[in-house]
Nanobody, 122 residues
């Protein structure tokens, strides 16, 4: 079993920044990829970013590339999503997920956190 707990969400004005954290427990964190997804009301869950287990490769959705940065600290069993230049359309519930490979499809991830809300006001 793997437990993932997100934190760091909140209300921020457009143009502001937030850093989300994903604390993991239950298995060797560095052996697995970490992904961030988001879901806005009435919309499907969408891929945001992913990082390989060793942190060597990262992937981003086109909509966040250049504004968001995914990282991980395997010594602390924690992943991060640094979000800059936030826009109202970034408003969503943000989830972290763990899987065998860094992928864009939610179905490739085995474990999910409960999510943390990010709201960007205009």
């Amino acid at each position: 079993q793997v437990q993932l707990v997100e934190s760091g969400g909140g209300l921020v004005q457009a143009g502001g920044s937030l850093t989300l954290s994903c604390a993991a427990s239950g298995r060797t964190f560095s052996s697995y990829a970490l992904g961030w997804f988001r879901q806005a009301p009435g919309k499907d869950r969408e891929f945001v970013a992913a990082i390989a287990g060793n942190g060597g490769r990262t992937y981003y959705a086109t909509s966040v590339k250049g504004r968001f940065t995914i990282s991980r600290d395997n010594a602390k069993n924690t992943g991060y999503l640094q979000m800059n230049s936030l826009k109202p359309e970034d408003t969503a519930l943000y989830y972290c997920a763990s899987g065998f490979v860094a992928a864009t499809a939610p179905t490739m991830y085995n474990y999910w956190g409960q999510g943390t809300q990010v709201t960007v006001s205009s």
